[in-house]
């Protein structure tokens, strides 16, 4: 057997290999990396326009899918501000005038001014539950390997958008890119994970960043300072009544 033919052979193999996966175990691998982990983490989000910059500071703590809490911690004018998610209600209390006020459990508005919208962040959710995968090929992502997965919504799944493209990493099962469609096809947003880094023994994109379509010059960027995998919950936690207390 010649070089070049021994080569084909293993490239042959390899593509097999690869493809004898189904979308969704590739998604399950994904998801288990972060998606519906109990955590407690801390964030950076600098939001970018064309005249102006912001960064806040915020907690974000997480019990399986269902349920999230979210605390600004800065800066002084949002500080104390709290998202709450559990089971299909979610809250948002304003300490301004220390009001908790009932949010809809779907929503693609901007959160915070920033650009992630509120269903992606307090309402996140599953892909492999919530839509049907099919595998479209390999492509490259910023020279990483990856599966290109197309998404479509089940029909009783409580989802905002048309379809979703997600493109995760060949050896690791890292969701590095995922674009946003509409019903209509069109491109939304698209949301990049880089700057890959080990937390608590765990390879994880420390960075995201989503940018919308059609607004030049915009983009949010999310910056993990810190994970922790193994939180301890108090009872209660994730209750309504302790937004006004969490710190």
């Known amino acids: ?9 293993i490239l042959l193999c390899f593509s097999v290999t690869l493809f004898a996966q189904s979308p969704s175990s590739i998604l399950q691998k994904a998801e288990a990396k972060l998606s519906g982990a ?37 800066p002084a004018r949002e500080k104390g501000t709290v998202f709450l ?30 650009d992630f919208t509120n269903d992606a962040l ?26 290109k997965i197309a998404l479509t919504p089940k029909a009783d799944a409580a989802v905002v ?9 060949v ?6 890119r995922t674009e946003f469609y509409d019903e209509d096809e069109f491109l939304i947003t698209t949301l990049e994970a880089t700057e890959i880094k080990s937390f608590e023994g765990k390879r994880l994109p420390s960075k995201l960043r989503i940018t919308p379509a059609d607004e ?16 301890s919950f108090a009872e209660g936690f994730f209750e309504r009544s302790n937004m006004k207390l969490v710190e």
């Open 161 to 169: 958008w048309g379809e979703v493209i997600t493109f995760v990493s």
């Open 38 to 74: 109990d955590l407690a983490a801390e964030v950076s989000i600098h939001t970018v326009r064309p005249r102006w910059e912001r960064t806040m500071e915020a907690k974000i703590w997480n019990q399986g899918l269902d349920k999230t809490m979210i605390l600004i911690t800065g």
């Open 122 to 147: 307090i309402n996140a959710g599953s892909l492999v539950e919530d839509y049907t995968p099919t595998l479209l090929g390999i492509t490259s992502v910023n020279g990483t390997n990856c599966f």
């Open 85 to 114: 998610r559990n089971g299909e209600d979610v809250w948002h209390f304003v300490p301004g005038i220390k009001k908790i006020v009932a949010l809809p459990a779907a929503m693609v508005q901007s959160w915070m001014g920033t």
């Open 1 to 9: 057997m010649t070089t070049k033919v021994f080569k084909t052979f």
């Open 216 to 231: 030049e010059g915009n983009f949010t960027e999310m910056t993990y300072k810190a994970l922790n995998f193994n939180p």
């Open 171 to 176: 050896d690791e099962f890292l969701q590095l």
